[in-house]
């Protein structure tokens, strides 16, 4: 009954390489969300999608590219990964309004090496 | 820019005593706060959500309160547990969308 799923947990990687995450909700939310967690624990927000639409694109590099099949899906892919893109990658949902509560998944541990 | 900033960093206290952590954020217009909980190498657990109309939220030991005005919002725990031992992460809304984290508070509650 887990409401927000990230896969994989882990990963680790060679730079240059390209990887995805990938993330579902089934709480039913409308809103999904992209935050990056660096090594000093500093949470950011890197994209929004509302109905598949994307709102926010926190100036992320366009290596970076969300995808949303539909509603209670939101995958994130990365080209030709660097080191710098170790972090930890939390998935989140909320309803569809600026002001709804939101519920986050436990996060992808990438590593590039 | 909305900056959010929490005070102490690190905090450490004997079981049973009551904790009280401290969020501020530069920008009043906000239209919610929420507080977290991060266990290591695990997601984050919301906590408490209080609408900017609201003053406080409670649940269970915990009660936030909310000062929109002098931008400030404080997590009180009763009677804490070793199991209460966490980063505690306060994030605020300015209905753009998007969360302002700030870097937490990491409790250590000793037994």
């Known amino acids: 009954d887990t409401a927000v799923s990230q896969t994989p947990k882990y990963l680790v990687t060679q730079m240059g390489n390209d990887k995805s995450i990938k993330c579902e909700q089934n709480l039913g939310h409308d809103t999904m969300y992209w935050y990056k967690q660096d090594s000093k624990k500093f949470l950011k927000i890197m994209f929004s999608y509302n109905n598949k639409e994307l709102i926010i694109n926190e100036t992320v590099p366009n290596r970076f590219s969300p995808k949303s099949p539909d509603k209670a899906h939101l995958n994130l892919h990365i080209n030709s990964l660097e080191l710098g893109d170790s972090a930890v990658y939390f998935c989140?949902?909320?309803?569809?309004?600026?002001?709804?509560?939101?519920?986050f998944g436990p996060g992808t541990r990438l590593t590039v090496l | 820019k909305q900056e959010v900033t929490q005070i102490p960093a690190a905090l450490s206290v004997p079981e049973g005593e009551n904790l009280v952590l401290n969020c501020s954020f530069t920008d009043s217009a906000i239209y919610n706060l929420q507080w977290f909980r991060q266990d290591p190498g695990k997601g984050l657990t919301s906590l408490l959500l209080?609408?900017?109309?609201?003053r406080e939220q409670t649940s269970g030991r915990l009660n936030a309160s909310l000062d929109k005005s002098s931008g400030r919002s404080t997590l009180y725990i009763a009677a804490s547990q070793p199991g209460d031992s966490a980063t505690y992460l306060c994030?605020?809304?300015?209905?753009?969308?998007?969360?302002?984290f700030g870097a937490g508070t990491t409790v250590t509650v000793r037994a």
């Open positions: 989140a949902s909320s309803q569809m309004g600026d002001s709804a509560e939101q519920f």
């Open positions: 209080i609408q900017s109309s609201q």
């Open positions: 994030a605020v809304s300015k209905g753009d969308y998007k969360l302002s």
